[in-house]
């Protein structure tokens, strides 16, 4: 089995403590880096299969840093350390919030459970299957990435196969909020979600549209 290779941006001061150790010693090859942009840039030229965002030996939430990296590497998972008493923002981009205090074990096993190929993270509907660590979707041979919203659609709708989901459903579940007088960014949002997985995005298999309700995943017979 290939050694996972783990990016890891934390700070460079001597004092700081560092997740490093742990890391390399269950056997992760684990680059570091002490500035966001540098890391996200060595990303862009040698895919990482997790990136960990220590900002708390940074001192900062890592909010801002998170969706800086979110934007620059879709597709691989982030592991974001934010400082103790900070609430997770959901719309950070990560894949995972972890809050200080906690073990180096406790990294250790969320890296774990974000590496390619851990079945207990993939979810299959049909012909339709997400990768939830990577946010990869497979259907009929074909493979996209999906945004971190666009996953959370897709997993919402393949836990409800056939069932009306409404808009405000699905706004509520996705964006968080009761709000629905705009409900183009879910409509972009589908769209988008049926270039991933559906042959036809203007004649869906999967995704339909119920007229003035919401939209239903349903599946072939």
Same mark, same amino acid.
């Given at each position: ?39 996200? @840039?060595?990303?862009? &030229?040698?895919? /990482?299969?997790? =990136?960990? $965002?220590?900002?708390?030996?940074? +001192?900062?939430? *890592? ?56 079945? @207990?993270?993939?979810? &299959?509907?049909? /012909?339709?299957? =997400?990768? $939830?660590?990577?946010?990869?979707? +497979?259907?009929? *041979? ?56 559906? @042959? ?22």
């Amino acid at each position: 089995m290939a050694i996972a290779k783990i990016l890891l941006v934390e700070s460079g001061r001597p004092s700081a403590p560092s997740f490093a150790a742990p890391l390399e010693k269950k056997g992760f090859d684990v680059t570091v880096h002490h500035k966001v942009d540098r890391g996200i @840039r060595a990303a862009s &030229k040698t895919t /990482p299969d997790v =990136l960990i $965002l220590d900002a708390a030996s940074m +001192r900062t939430s *890592g909010s801002r840093m998170s969706r800086t990296a979110r934007a620059s590497l879709d597709g691989v998972p982030i592991i974001l350390i934010s400082p103790s008493g900070t609430q997770p923002d959901p719309g950070n981009g990560s894949s995972v919030t972890l809050v200080q205090p906690f073990t180096p074990r406790k990294l250790v096993n969320r890296v774990i459970r974000l590496l390619p190929g851990d079945e @207990r993270y993939v979810l &299959k509907a049909g /012909p339709v299957k =997400l990768n $939830l660590a990577q946010r990869k979707v +497979r259907v009929n *041979g074909k493979e996209a990435r999906l945004t971190p919203k666009q996953a959370k659609l897709l997993e919402l709708f393949m836990h409800n196969p056939g069932k009306l989901l409404t808009r405000k459903k699905l706004i509520r579940e996705i964006w968080l909020t009761d709000y629905t007088g705009d409900t183009r960014t879910l409509d972009v949002h589908m769209s988008w979600l049926r270039h991933a997985i559906e @042959r036809d995005p203007s004649a869906p298999e999967f995704l339909h549209t119920i007229r003035g309700m919401g939209y239903r995943f349903d599946l072939p017979v």
